[in-house]
């Protein structure tokens, strides 16, 4: 199933992604740090949604209280 997540607080305006039987299938980030974002694409994607969650909730950019991959994080959260 596809899904769209706006975003708050970091530079990436959305994140694009699909599950798949509780696996990240695809991942696509609209605005931010496209370098960036494009290796946190391709290190997530085929991970279990529990596993991505895991590891990226809780990230900082700098000072601020969230991150793009912590907004990831979030996105999959809201889909339990």
């Known amino acids: ?5 706006q ?6 305006r959305e994140l694009h992604f ?7 299938t695809e991942l696509a980030a609209i605005g931010g740090c496209a370098g960036n974002l494009q290796g946190i694409c391709k290190l997530v994607e085929g991970m279990p949604v529990d596993q991505v969650i895991d590891r990226l909730a809780g990230i900082h950019c700098g000072d601020k209280p969230t991150s ?3 907004q ?3 996105a999959l ?3 339990a």
Not at 1 to 5: G, K, V
């Open 77 to 79: 959260k809201n889909l």
């Open 7 to 12: 975003t708050s607080g970091v530079c990436c």
């Open 72 to 74: 990831l994080a979030s």
């Open 68 to 70: 793009c991959p912590d």
């Open 18 to 24: 699909s599950v798949e039987n509780g696996i990240l």
């Open 1 to 5: 199933m596809q899904y769209t997540y």
